[in-house]
């Protein structure tokens, strides 16, 4: 017992140590008593590393676990640090700068009522709807990672993280380590990728860096999915259909948009005319092109045969997920088109044609002022459509395929498991998977295109 | 862009050169091609966009036995497949469900909105940027990722099960409207507000006669987004509310469409959809403007 005891010391203290020596040399660089920030420091490390192993109650580095289960907890803490430290460095910036954030600089006091227990009478209702009904079930579904429990029974067993590290596949242990360790690499690369000069050796070498340990990671992945582990399949699954929504409704949208912009006649009909599937439902869309795409009925292999084609089984694992991009595509595009119309409109013309002076082609204006100018719309739809592509798509998967041929992507993959396995323990670290892929996604958005769009001229 | 307009300085030599000869080319391409093109281009984005309601359309009106056979013009089944989708499976009560929820649950997320707003911009309060941060920090909370242990708690531990307050209630806050309305207000010269108490009015009184009176066009901006998320909701009401009528939206109801006979009925899957997409569109096109400008608000900052 006091061998485990003093591990989980250790765990806590290695992570501190960490802490302090990074906000030392962080201090130091920015003038600030280095004694304050090796305090601050080793604290953000010290809860960093807490924040998910307390409540697991170190479970993960007992003897008799598994090493994947250790691996997990180092992930596990890993994180943690580096969030803590994260919030630690913007409070002590916030702190030590005094006043900063725009958020509080343009609030006065001009015009504000008085009264202490108004505002609180005024929020109350929102403040107790978001505990209920949000904060509360995130809790949750933290503590029902941990545990094998159904519904309709209250008994409940503690198992760890073993509903983390089965997803993972314990047979194919050496490919764990080599993605657990590309994965680390990864993060850390894409850390540095926050480096002030752009254009250093430095910032060049981990650029190419991160470009080459993408092609290891996939790679490994797609070795993975040869070697047929059921959860990879998903996370592919998950992954590709999302891509191409994304990629295929951001190009025919900008490519539409470029034309209706324009004021030509009727440019408020074409509009409307482009736009109005936004409005349809996630099922809706499910259903239209699950009659389209019918094998007996559907009208798509009349046309084929019409054509003089043979015809396509709709439902095998090509045509499938096809068919799904297809009418997620439709779905989203209007959506797209709203917003690139409202972008184009804003680009400034004298711009345009100053460059069309200068000989630039219609091409050459459309890559080089269009499309960076559009960068901050085009960034906040990329956003949007993965969080389509992520999770509105159940709605179409239900209705179109059922989760079958190649479609069962992770947001259907936590309906099946919770609701039709009664499994909600596994159902709920699946949740928290997707939740750091999207969190994840959303992050790297911001510190890779998100630094570089231009906002405005 | 800075490197760009270096670009521009730099090549404006030649530019007279340049001016002569393309204002003329300009003026003959502007008038009559490009347009042309653009004509063309969006007549057939149009027609890809709308073929997959005119099919769904067209199929409405049919049988099955005309659906395979691929035939291009309108049946005559239309009354039969209105009858087997609005009596049969009484497609009308749960559009009714669906109007009643979206209604109220709008109307209910635009005042709390509005309440909350009110306090964040109108109120000075300690701790006002940590309740603040606990209402914006939700938008990273999709319910999609808390669903299992939200119908854990709706359906256990409340036993709300089936009941029209487990489908409304849980999305009555919300983060991107308080958020709408604070920008809203925070753009508001606070001169009407001093005034207004000089007057004598009280925070509500303020909101009611003041802020909402000159808010219409960001009050239905929200509106419109709120009424076509909440009508196309579809895996909470499906795992909250299984089977029945009584309290079912029509996202859901759509499912007892598919299995009309032992085979699929086209006609009345299709026409259901139909019916099922027309409030949503109807609103969203009325409404568009409103749509863009809430997003817009949203998005800058």
């Given at each position: ?351 345009l044609e100053a460059a069309a002076i200068d000989g630039a082609n219609v091409w050459q204006r459309f ?91 | ?251 859901v109801g759509l499912r007892s469409l598919l299995s009309v006979d032992t085979s699929i009925s086209y ?6 959809a139909v019916i099922a997409s027309l409030p949503p569109v109807i609103v969203f096109i009325l409404l ?14």
């Open positions: 017992m006091i061998s485990t005891e003093s591990t989980n010391i250790i765990i806590t203290l290695i992570p501190a140590i960490i802490g302090a020596i990074y906000f030392i040399a962080l201090f130091m660089r920015l003038n600030r008593s280095p004694i304050i920030g090796a305090i601050i420091g080793a604290g953000a490390g010290g809860i960093g590393a807490m924040v998910f192993m307390v409540p697991l109650g170190y479970c993960t580095f007992e003897p008799e676990r598994k090493p994947i289960d250790a691996y997990f907890g180092i992930f596990l803490i890993t994180i943690g640090v580096f969030v803590m430290l994260g919030i630690a460095r913007s409070a002590s910036n916030f702190l030590f700068a005094g006043r900063s954030g725009s958020l509080i600089a343009h609030q006065s006091s001009a015009g504000t009522f008085k009264g202490w227990l108004m505002p609180w009478l005024l929020l109350s209702p929102t403040l107790i709807i978001l505990a209920l009904f949000l904060y509360y079930p995130a809790m949750d579904t933290f503590r029902l990672s941990t545990l094998l429990a159904r519904l309709g029974t209250s008994r409940t067993i503690f198992v760890c993280v073993d509903n983390f590290t089965r997803l993972l596949q314990p047979e194919n242990f050496t490919l764990q380590t080599v993605l657990f360790f590309i994965i680390a690499i990864q993060l850390f690369i894409a850390s540095q990728n926050t480096l002030k000069d752009k254009d250093s050796v430095w910032a060049q070498f981990f650029r190419l860096s991160l470009i080459l340990s993408n092609l290891f990671f996939f790679f490994f992945v797609v070795l993975a999915l040869l070697l047929n582990s059921s959860y990879y399949r998903v996370v592919i699954t998950t992954f590709s259909l999302s891509t191409a929504i994304v990629i295929f409704s951001l190009i025919i949208s900008l490519g539409i948009a470029y034309m209706a912009y324009q004021p030509i006649r009727g440019g408020n009909i074409y509009r409307t005319l482009l736009i109005w599937p936004y409005a349809i439902s996630p099922p809706v869309a499910g259903i239209i092109f699950f009659i389209i795409f019918n094998n007996t009925g559907g009208v798509a292999n009349h046309i084929i045969r019409f054509l003089g084609g043979d015809g396509f089984d709709w439902k095998d694992t090509t045509m499938a997920p096809l068919t799904i991009i297809l009418a997620s595509v439709w779905k989203a595009l209007g959506f797209s088109i709203l917003f690139y119309i409202a972008g184009l409109q804003n680009v400034p013309k004298d711009l890559v080089r002022i269009t499309i960076p100018m559009l960068s901050p719309i085009t960034f906040f739809l990329i956003i949007t459509n993965i969080s389509y592509a992520f999770f509105d798509i159940f709605g179409t998967i239900d209705f179109l395929t059922g989760g079958s041929g190649g479609t069962n992507v992770m947001i259907y993959e936590i309906y099946n498991l919770g609701i039709r396995n009664n499994d909600l323990g596994k159902s709920a670290a699946q949740s928290l998977v997707l939740f750091m892929l999207v969190v994840g996604i959303t992050y790297l958005q911001f510190r890779t295109t998100g630094r570089r769009v231009s906002y405005g001229a | 862009m800075t490197h760009f307009s270096h670009e521009i300085i730099q090549d404006s030599s030649d530019m007279n050169r340049v001016m002569t000869s393309d204002t003329t080319k300009s003026l003959i391409r502007r008038l009559i091609p490009q347009r042309w093109y653009a004509h063309v281009v969006l007549w057939i984005a149009c027609f890809f966009i709308g073929f997959p309601l005119f099919y769904a359309m067209l199929v409405s009106t049919q049988n099955n036995a005309q659906t395979i056979n691929f035939q291009v013009i309108p049946g005559e089944s239309l009354e039969r497949n209105w009858q087997s989708v609005m009596v049969d499976r009484n497609l009308g009560r749960y559009m009714v469900n669906s109007v009643i929820l979206a209604v109220i649950v709008t109307v209910g997320k635009t005042v709390l909105s509005l309440l909350s707003g009110l306090a964040f911009v109108y109120f000075r309060f300690p701790g006002k940027w940590v309740v603040f941060g606990f209402v914006l920090i939700t938008v990273m909370m999709p319910t999609e990722l808390l669903i299992i242990a939200l119908f854990r708690f709706v359906s256990i531990q409340l036993d709300w099960g089936g009941t029209f307050q487990a489908l409304a209630l849980p999305f009555m806050a919300s983060a991107t409207g308080t958020f709408l309305f604070r920008q809203h207000f925070a753009n508001i010269p606070s001169e009407l507000s001093e005034a207004s108490q000089m007057d004598g009015a009280n925070p509500l009184q303020f909101l009611f006669r003041v802020l909402i009176p000159i808010s219409w066009n960001t009050i239905g901006a929200l509106a419109v987004i709120q009424f076509v998320y909440v009508w196309n909701m579809y895996l909470w009401p499906l795992l909250i509310a299984p089977g029945g009528a009584d309290n079912q939206v029509v996202q006609g009345p899957l299709m026409l259901g568009q403007k409103q749509f863009m400008s809430g997003f817009a608000i949203t998005r800058d900052k």
